[in-house]
């Protein structure tokens, strides 16, 4: 499969380390605030990255940081009154119950900066000793000019970078180029004991230990979105690069920017979104089936108008299982299946095909909406003839290749009948069991029993108890069935 290397700007064939492993790394947020949906496509696409990965049989190991000491941080706590380390503790809880939400999977290994100090200072002090690094003052920095390899993932040159570089007031750099790696404790701040005073560590210092620490240099994919490949990712590289004479990265992928409605996502445009507001008004199914139309190296157009066209897209496919389902439980089967058989293997060839093109998720998506698309057909055409076997298979690869995009669909998404089913069914039904799909099937055949008899009491009954849970009783070619009532 092809991958695009960012570091070498193409397409390359995925090989890895270790046969058949994926060491991966996707710089973590800064926890100071809700992430904007920015951020969450990034983190979005890097959970199909990895599902897709997986599924090819890859075993992957995934690590992500929290950053949990930073300015922004520290602004943020002076602000309101708090400490550090409970604004920092409040928005990590956040980011990990909005990504659970957003269904991206958690990551296997999540060290926090705070918890790696140590593995930090062990790193910072290797770059000293070897000539990489010097102190002034309380302070550590890099010196880039030392570093032989440094632009090699941003493709920069250190004399174009030094046309615009200077030097912040009250720092003491030798050169405009080179950062922190430990920064001395200002009054009031979090610090650290070190060889080279109070302080803490600087953000490019973190992943990088981090990675070294938990996942070993170099790793198999690098990713972040594309406004950390410079400087954060060339500062990562050009440390483990100084440090331990390995490349931090085999490959670095890098996501696309968000924009809103074609204009840049800011505070002050007005159109500024948290992924916590956007899930509080759409499923987690629709934001990601919006984001993964766009390749993730392709800048996102993100609107709610967007939205709620997707809105609709959703309901038809999750429409489409829901009917496979059924004809599969309750049609006659003396249908041919070849038309259907044919449309699933078509589904799954293309979209691994996309798929193995660097992750193209619109042509993946596609591949699935391609055989929804010819099992309606299908269902039309042999009505309540439909081939149990062959709507089987449909459905089961309509639910797993949109699983692998983390979309959810029927059974997978946990929809299952409220239990509260069994108990009617028993009322009105003289059902004993405790299942409730049978008790919703006994609930179905009391009523057009009623209905058969003339019954309307009882059949309206019935409905009703139904209704009342929620439900809504949809009459098809192969019978009727329980339905959630639209909202
Ligand atoms: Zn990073």
Redesign the pocket.
């Known amino acids: 499969m092809l991958v695009y290397n960012d570091q070498y700007h193409k397409k390359q064939e995925l090989e890895t380390i270790e046969p058949g492993k994926i060491r991966m790394?996707v710089?973590g947020p800064t926890v100071y605030d809700q992430i904007h949906i920015g951020n969450a496509r990034t983190f979005l696409s890097f959970d199909v990255i990895r599902r897709y990965l997986v599924h090819k049989g890859y075993e992957v190991t995934f690590a992500q940081?929290l950053t949990d000491v930073d300015d922004k941080i520290i602004n943020r706590a002076n602000e309101q009154g708090r400490t550090a380390a409970e604004v920092a503790e409040e928005y990590s809880q956040a980011f990990i119950e909005q990504m659970r939400r957003f269904n991206i999977l958690d990551p296997d290994i999540r060290p926090r900066a705070t918890a790696e100090i140590e593995a930090m200072q062990e790193m910072i002090s290797s770059l000293i000793e070897q000539g990489s690094a010097y102190v002034v003052g309380g302070d550590v920095y890099f010196s880039v000019r030392d570093c032989k390899t440094y632009g090699i993932v941003s493709g920069r040159d250190v004399d174009q970078l030094m046309v615009g570089a200077r030097i912040e007031e009250n720092e003491d750099k030798r050169d405009p180029l080179d950062f922190a790696l430990w920064k001395a404790a200002k009054p009031g701040e979090p610090s650290w004991e070190s060889p080279w005073g109070p302080g803490r560590p600087g953000?490019?210092t973190?992943?990088?230990a981090m990675i070294h620490r938990y996942l070993g240099c170099p790793i198999d994919i690098h990713g972040?979105g594309s406004d950390?490949s410079f400087p954060?990712?060339e500062n990562?590289a050009a440390q483990a690069s100084c440090a331990w004479h390995e490349p931090l990265a085999n490959i670095w992928m890098h996501t696309g920017m968000l924009q809103v409605s074609g204009d840049k996502m800011s505070k002050s445009l007005g159109n500024f979104h948290t992924l916590k507001e956007v899930l509080d008004r759409y499923p987690a199914n629709a934001v990601r089936l919006l984001m993964l139309q766009t390749h993730y190296r392709s800048p996102l157009d993100f609107s709610f108008e967007r939205l709620d066209g997707v809105a609709g897209t959703l309901e038809r496919l999750e429409g489409s299982v829901t009917n496979l389902r059924w004809a599969a439980s309750h049609a006659s089967g003396a249908g041919d299946d070849d038309a259907l058989d044919a449309a699933v293997a078509t589904a799954r060839a293309e979209f691994a095909e996309a798929m193995d093109d660097d992750f193209n998720t619109a042509g993946g998506l596609a591949a699935i909406f391609g055989l929804m698309t010819a099992a309606n057909t299908y269902l039309d055409d042999a009505g309540a003839d439909a081939s149990a076997a062959a709507c089987t298979a449909a459905a089961d690869a309509l639910v797993e290749l949109a699983g692998v995009l983390g979309i959810m669909l029927g059974e997978a998404a946990g929809e299952a009948l409220p239990e509260e089913l069994v108990g009617l069914a028993a009322e009105h039904a003289g059902y004993a069991g405790d299942s409730a799909a049978e008790a919703a099937e006994a609930l179905l055949a009391a009523r057009q029993e009623a209905r058969a008899e003339k019954d309307w009491a009882r059949a309206d009954a019935i409905r009703d108890a139904i209704a009342a849970l929620g439900l809504a009783i949809e009459d098809t070619a192969a019978g009727a069935r329980l339905k959630a009532k639209e909202q």
């Open positions: 790394y710089c940081n953000w490019h973190e992943c990088c972040g950390l954060h990712h990562e």
